[in-house]
């Protein structure tokens, strides 16, 4: 069947085929890293057919995807091409350096893009998705300005105060972000968010820094329901740590009152709907008090729900995959606190080796999870440890000292004076 004689978007499903086969579902994968192939993962376990692209060979998800591809996805005529050539069912984005306006053209002439072409070309852009949050959905948030130079930034942090926080227009995983303290910070803040994006971009995102008690993960999911409907709900809310401005432990759930997890819902679903699309959302916000503000979101698994590979019976991945794949979800259950703890590499080189896993898999209610990335430098997140407990404290525990103990045994064969940053 061609693009064109598909009807639009995700449809609800009773049956699927095998893969390799005709029939087959397929599924492609722009980008396939660790979140990649847990949603590679689960959408093979429901029956799917998955295709797995990235800009490096070896990725995590092309190590268990049926078909792999290697590009560079922010070409937009190799993408169209790829797209044309293995005629995906379902076309998923899981990376910020994607053409997304060759994404749109695709959506247009009949491919299915999750959630949609406009949420994954919106939320790629920081100013975008303020804009859509604060002037079209009409949640709160902290005050922000966009600049295109050094002296725009210095009139910025004048009118927003001290600290202030510096992002890059497209990033993740805290790549761009400062938090800036004194004047004399600034320059060097917004050479950061200008060139360490996913993108070189001189225009940056300044915004308030707002003095949290703690930072959160709602992740959000529009999905049908067992009467074919679109509807919304929720998993349990997600507490994060970021020992500066990368994602460094989670865990679920959240110790929120009643009143701020329904602030919380209700900012979230007020900017799903606004982007609107099938599948998991991670929506990013910050809670003071009783007051929630939104902060970032983000259209498909966050690396801060890794930690539903523990609490959950069905993870982020698998629901994400249920929902985009067009099958019902019935419920979204938590099994037991748990927490999740990155293991991060204190060296570079190519083909780590990883040693302390027996200390770290001793522990009752411990599983350590590598994400078998080619190669390593130092933070770099090559796997997570994940802990099950009766408090989300004892977690918490166990699941740090797993993953201290697994890159305290890290190494790599072969020292390297420098190590390809994109792989």
């Known amino acids: 069947m061609s693009p064109r004689e598909r009807k639009h978007g995700i449809l609800p499903r009773k049956e699927i085929g095998t893969p390799l086969f005709p029939g087959a579902t397929r599924v492609m994968l722009l980008g396939s890293g660790e979140i990649g192939r847990e949603i590679a993962l689960e959408a093979i376990r429901m029956g799917a057919e998955v295709v797995a692209v990235d800009r490096y060979a070896n990725a995590p998800a092309m190590q268990v995807s049926h078909r792999h591809h290697v590009m560079a996805m922010t070409d937009g005529r190799a993408l169209r091409a790829l797209v044309q050539r293995e005629a995906p069912d379902i076309i998923v984005p899981e990376i910020e350096q994607i053409d997304t306006a060759e994404l749109l053209k695709l959506e247009e002439e009949g491919w299915t893009v999750v959630p949609r072409a406009e949420a994954t070309l919106v939320t790629m852009n920081r100013e975008h998705i303020r804009r859509l949050a604060a002037e079209k959905a009409h949640v709160k948030t902290s005050r922000y300005a966009f600049v295109e130079s050094v002296e725009e930034a210095r009139a910025a942090v004048r009118e927003l105060g001290f600290p202030a926080v510096f992002k890059a227009m497209m990033s993740s995983s805290g790549l761009g972000s400062t938090v800036v303290r004194k004047p004399e910070e600034v320059d060097e803040a917004y050479r950061t968010a200008r060139e360490e994006g ?45 020992p500066g401005t990368h994602y460094h432990e989670s865990w679920q759930p959240a110790e929120l009152s009643p009143k701020v997890v329904a602030a919380a819902q209700q900012i979230s679903r007020a900017v799903t709907d606004q982007l609107g699309g099938i599948g998991i959302f991670g929506c990013e916000e910050f809670i003071r008090g009783d007051e929630v503000y939104f902060s970032e979101i983000s259209p498909r698994p966050h690396d801060t729900g890794l930690v539903t590979l523990a609490t959950q019976w069905q993870s982020e991945f698998a629901l994400h995959a249920r929902a985009i794949l067009g099958f019902p979800v019935p419920s979204i259950e938590l099994l037991s606190p748990g927490a999740a703890h990155v293991i991060l590499a204190p060296q570079e080189g190519w083909g780590p080796r990883f040693g302390g896993l027996w200390e770290a898999n001793r522990v009752p209610g411990v599983r350590v999870q590598l994400f078998g990335k080619p190669s390593a430098y130092p933070e770099r997140r090559m796997g997570i440890a994940l802990a099950q407990a009766p408090t989300v404290a004892e977690a918490r525990r166990k699941a740090a000292a797993a993953a201290h103990a697994v890159e305290e045994g890290f190494y790599v064969p072969t020292q390297l004076s420098k190590v390809d940053r994109t792989t």
């Not at 995102?205 to 993960?217: G, L, V």
């Not at 409907?229 to 970021?242: E, G, L, M, N, Q």
Request: hydrophobic share 35%; glycine share 2%.
């Open 198 to 242: 996913r993108v070189v971009n001189p225009r940056v995102m300044i915004e308030e820094f707002i003095p949290f008690d703690q930072e959160i993960t709602l992740l959000t999911l529009r999905h049908y329901d067992t009467e074919g409907k679109v509807t919304t709900s929720f998993c349990p809310p997600i507490a994060h740590d970021r």
